[in-house]
């Protein structure tokens, strides 16, 4: 029985947020581009396009806009005008202002899986990009002239063949062991709990960061007056108060966070996600790229992941543009080290910070309590720290490809 086959210029592992987003960016270039993805996003335990919030960076606004599909992420999303950062049992604060930076939000609020049906939408009408789901990349065979994988689709097998494979399958990439590329793993030692809850004080487009006895604390403005909320508790608690009844747990989270939005009520669902920063050793291999998750997996405090994957997305672009203009294909040498070389910076820097940030606010150490005052207070005194702060949030640091700066890739 003969196998089936297929041959494009791109093959892209993973259709999460990521994946997804990078397949649309690449979309309007003479390419043929294939997406495999594991799970159909109409499953419940779809694990990209879930219930979680994502606050969207500038950045990844600007490339929205270019590519076309902001006025519908806009519509699905709530607009940051401030960003409150306090320590729990301390008197330090410090703000982040929407006026301040001299733009219109800091960034926008979009529940995933609302993200994902726009993506998915634009994806369904993309005619040169083939979506195989559920689909599972099962091998890869990696050579001078072309890469191949492997699929496991239904209960057969399929041969795809690409100038170039991506590599967007995750923190716990497959592809990546399959490239040979070692990863760096640190297990926090805790765990995310997200869910929704009603405030009885508007939100106010303001976002708050609390770092309380658990962890840091996310409240961030959704739809529907609601406040989507990422709350970092330690692994050894994490069974309990998942455990708890939802007076319980509304109870608990309402003793962490105070009363600056009045009292908590009417909880929604809650899931967890274990938490681990995981960095890979390099971003390439023979014909073959990481992007995303794959390349680094950051701890939830900076709400940084997918702002960070977006812009190694919009740099590939950039790379995979120029080397088309040139006449030069995809997965050649040259367009991957120019991609390796320009992400280094950005994401080193960022899984530094996000890290940092991890270990300063949950160190129980002595004397670091008293530092935690200084840097809140000190950082509100002096704008010139928080504008350079708020630029790396906004994801405007850096050189910058097209798409982060709003200009269309074709
Ligand atoms: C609680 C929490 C809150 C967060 N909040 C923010 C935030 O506010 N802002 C922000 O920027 N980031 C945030 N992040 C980070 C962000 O969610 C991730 O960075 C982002 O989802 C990564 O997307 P990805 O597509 O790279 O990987 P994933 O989301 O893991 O998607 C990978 C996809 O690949 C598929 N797949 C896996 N293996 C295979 C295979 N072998 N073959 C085919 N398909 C495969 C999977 O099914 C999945 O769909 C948060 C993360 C957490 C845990």
Redesign the pocket.
């Known amino acids: 029985m003969s196998r089936k086959t297929g041959n494009y210029d791109i093959i892209i ?9 990078l397949a649309l960016a690449l979309a309007p270039l003479a390419l043929r581009i294939a997406v ?4 159909a996003r109409k499953e419940v335990e ?4 879930d219930d ?6 500038r950045s ?1 606004q600007r490339m929205f806009e270019a590519m076309g599909l902001w006025g519908e992420v806009l519509a699905a999303s709530m607009p940051i005008s401030k960003i409150h950062v306090s320590d729990q049992g301390r008197f330090g604060f410090s703000h982040i202002d929407a006026e301040e930076q001299g733009v219109d939000a800091l960034g926008h ?1 979009v529940i ?1 899986r609302v993200l994902g049906n726009v993506l998915q939408s634009h994806l369904d009408a993309a005619k040169n990009v083939d979506v195989f789901c559920p ?4 091998r890869i065979d990696l050579g001078r002239e072309q890469a191949c994988a492997t ?1 496991k689709i239904n209960d057969g097998e399929m041969e795809l063949s690409c100038q170039l494979l991506v590599a ?8 990546r062991e399959m490239m040979g590329i070692s990863v760096l793993k640190r297990d926090y030692g805790q765990r ?1 709990v ?1 869910g929704n809850l009603l405030t009885e004080k508007s939100l106010d487009q303001r976002a708050f960061e609390r770092f309380t006895r658990q962890g840091p604390l ?1 409240i ?1 403005p959704v739809a529907e007056g609601r406040a989507g909320f ?1 709350w970092t508790v330690s692994e050894a608690d994490a069974d309990r108060i998942l455990g708890l009844d939802d007076d319980e747990f509304l109870a608990e989270i309402q003793d962490e966070f105070g009363n600056r939005l009045g009292k908590f009520s009417r909880i929604g669902k809650r899931a967890s ?1 274990p ?1 681990t920063l995981s960095k890979a050793a390099r971003l390439t291999a023979t014909r073959s790229i990481l ?4 390349a680094h ?2 701890h ?1 405090v900076s ?8 812009r190694d997305v919009a740099a590939l672009c950039d790379c995979i543009a120029d080397a088309l203009s040139d006449s030069i294909d995809p997965g050649d040498a040259r367009v991957l080290d120019r991609y390796a070389v320009w992400r280094r910076t950005d994401q080193k820097k960022l899984v530094q910070f996000t890290d940092s940030l991890v270990r300063l606010f949950g160190s129980k150490r002595p004397g670091l309590g008293t530092l935690r005052n200084i840097g809140m207070i000190g950082f509100d005194l002096i704008p010139g720290v928080r504008r350079t702060f708020a630029k790396h949030t906004m994801g405007l640091a850096g050189e910058l490809p097209r798409l982060s700066r709003g200009v269309p890739i074709r």
Do not use: C, H, K
């Not at 779809?46 to 396009?49: A, E, L, M, T």
């Not at 709400?303 to 977006?310: I, S």
């Open positions: 592992a993973g259709s999460g947020m990521i994946g997804t987003s495999v993805e594991a799970v779809q694990p990209s396009f979680r919030s994502t606050a969207l960076s990844t609020v995933n689909a599972r990349i099962e699929l967007a399958d995750g923190a716990n990439s497959s592809v995310a997200i996310a961030l990422v996600y938490l992007v995303g998750n794959s997996g950051l939830p709400a940084q992941g997918f702002n960070l994957g977006m």
